[in-house]
């Protein structure tokens, strides 16, 4: 068992063998909950705003591909493109 102090910023050093156990380093991101009274620390990948979206998309079956050949991937690109033409514009206020 380890035991840490709490600094005066309410700042706790985790002792090396815990981080080598569960394998964090610099820079690896935490999650802190409160469970049970105990202080879970729980490490967490960020993903930007724009991966969780195309991840979500790709979710519910709105994605292409994979393709056989590069033309079928710029046939698909095309059509694409024609569907978000025929989308009404906003007019200008």
Same mark, same amino acid.
């Given at each position: =068992?380890? +035991? &840490? ?5 309410? #700042?706790? &050093? ?9 394998? +964090? %380093?610099? @820079? ?5 909950? %409160?469970? $049970? @009274? =105990? +202080?879970?620390?729980? !490490? $967490? *990948?960020?993903?930007?705003?724009? +991966? ?7 979710? #519910?079956?709105?994605? *292409? @591909? !994979?393709?056989?050949?590069? %033309? %079928?991937f710029?046939? *698909?690109?095309?059509?694409?493109a $024609?569907?978000q033409? $025929?989308?009404?514009?906003? *007019?200008?206020?």
């Amino acid at each position: =068992m380890a +035991i &840490v102090t709490v600094k005066n910023k309410y #700042q706790i &050093v985790i002792p090396h063998r815990v981080r080598k156990e569960i394998r +964090i %380093a610099v @820079g690896d991101v935490l999650e802190a909950r %409160a469970e $049970k @009274g =105990m +202080i879970v620390f729980e !490490p $967490k *990948s960020i993903v930007d705003r724009g +991966i969780a979206e195309s991840l979500e998309e790709f979710a #519910q079956g709105r994605s *292409s @591909g !994979p393709f056989d050949t590069h %033309a %079928a991937f710029l046939a *698909s690109l095309h059509k694409e493109a $024609k569907r978000q033409k $025929k989308k009404p514009k906003r *007019s200008a206020k």
